[in-house]
Every structure is written in structure tokens, then in C-alpha cells.
């Protein structure tokens, strides 16, 4: 049972992820965004992460020209944010509110569905496939007290914890 790219999504499909819209703004001071899971954090020591952009983004110019962006980590009020931001919408702006950064070239940051946000410059960039592996510096960061948004399987969820049972999950 080799694995294909559908045996491939459907493994990263099978856990929860957090979403994020990553924003960027080109050197035309126009914005940009699109909606990714595809965001890890390398070290906490040199406070770097990456992300992951398709070629095919229409965001990806506007990273390359200003070699900063933000990533939004949305909270459970970004779900419709989320859907507009994964599609070709021509203003997925237009019902969000947001702030330019000031330490990310003016990259969008969503202050209203976030659950937090980091500022970013580009540090390095390595093409794999058909993607662009950004890593980058973290700047700044804010985290609110909101509930975080997740996704599994094609479907939104909200982390709700459950601390019955932590003393035999302690014990494992």
C-alpha cells in the first residue's frame, strides 16, 4: 500500500490542526492572504517558524518582494475568514479588520478573529516541489484569550479541554 498524494492527505487530514491566514503586503502597498495549516514552529531559541506556499498563490510575490509576512492563528470567531481566504475572493479584506504591521512590511494583522499573531521576516527560502518553504523570524507576537479555531477532515472544531483524567494521562 504505497501513498499516494491522496493517502498523503488523508494522513494529514486525520489530526487536528490549528488555521491561520497568513497576510502580506507587496511594494504597492496591496494586501494579500490565503488560508494555511501549513505553519511549524523550528526553534524556540532563535524564535523562527515555517510556512509552506504554494506556487500558485497569489500571495507568494508579495512575500518574496517584501521578504516579511504575518501569521494570523485564527480563533473560533475566524471561521468565515477562513473559507474567504482559501478561496479567489478579489477583496478578502473587505469584512475583516485589521492593522498594518509595523516590524512586517505592513502585512495584515487580524485583530478581530485572531487568536494570536506573529510578525515575521524572511530569514531563508527553499523551493520543494511545487511549494516555498519560508522560514522566518519572529519579530513580535500578541495572543489573545480566545478559543482556537481547528480543522480536520474538511470540518472546523474548537478546542475545549478536558482535564478529567490528566493524572492517568501524567502517568503514561
Not at 485589521?98 to 521576516?121: H, K, T, Y
Request: with cysteine; proline share 5%.
Amino acid at each position: 500500500m504505497g501513498t499516494g498524494s491522496a493517502r498523503f492527505s488523508e494522513f494529514f487530514g486525520s489530526f487536528p490542526t490549528p488555521i491561520s491566514i497568513v497576510t502580506a503586503r507587496d511594494r504597492e502597498g496591496r494586501l494579500f492572504g490565503f488560508t494555511s495549516n501549513a505553519v511549524c514552529s523550528v526553534s524556540a531559541a532563535s524564535r523562527t517558524l515555517l510556512v509552506s506556499v504554494g506556487k500558485g498563490s497569489r500571495t507568494l510575490p508579495a512575500i518574496q518582494e517584501s521578504q516579511a509576512f504575518a501569521v494570523n492563528f485564527l480563533s473560533a470567531a475566524g471561521r468565515a475568514a477562513s473559507q474567504v481566504f482559501a478561496s479567489k475572493a478579489a477583496d478578502k479584506f473587505a469584512n475583516v479588520e485589521w492593522e498594518p504591521s509595523p516590524v512586517a512590511e505592513g502585512a495584515p494583522l487580524l485583530v478581530d478573529i485572531a487568536l494570536s499573531f506573529a510578525e515575521c521576516r524572511v530569514e531563508n527560502a527553499i523551493e520543494v516541489s511545487d511549494h516555498w518553504l519560508f522560514i522566518a523570524r519572529v519579530e513580535e507576537s500578541t495572543v489573545f484569550p480566545r478559543e482556537p479555531l481547528l480543522y480536520r477532515r474538511g470540518d472546523y472544531g474548537i478546542w475545549s479541554p478536558n482535564n478529567a483524567g490528566v493524572e492517568e494521562l501524567s502517568a503514561l
